[in-house]
């Protein structure tokens, strides 16, 4: 059984910061994608922020330059580092992994609100 569990959320005044993780539980052999995502009130759900394997990274353009996305292997962990968050932020972060075959796991989500 593999289960991924964020922690980390919160409330945060604008222009705070917050870090996001996530722990992978259960036996995985090989994740190529870890990544965090986000939906907001009435909005879809949007990518954040991914890292490759080989520790590409891949931003939204929203987020550029204010996240910071990390990972660790051994328990699989990623992380966002949020700095100068904005109350546009306000959303619940799913952090997602992407196995060899495609195979997608996500966690249940934390929520992050920015007041203004």
């Known amino acids: 059984q593999v289960q991924l569990v964020e922690s980390g959320g919160g409330l945060v005044q604008a222009g705070g910061s917050l870090r996001l993780s996530c722990v992978v539980h259960?036996?995985?052999?090989?994740?190529?994608?870890m990544g965090w995502y986000r939906q907001g009130p009435g909005i879809q759900r949007e990518m954040v922020a991914l890292i490759r394997s080989g520790g590409e990274t891949v931003y939204a353009h929203s987020v550029k330059g204010r996240f910071t996305i990390s990972r660790e292997n051994a328990p699989y962990t990623v992380y966002l580092q949020m700095n100068s968050l904005k109350p546009e932020d306000t959303a619940v972060y799913y952090c997602n992994a992407v196995v060899s075959g495609g195979v997608q796991y996500r966690g249940q989500g934390t929520p992050v609100t920015v007041s203004s």
């Open positions: 259960g036996r995985l052999f090989s994740i190529n994608t």
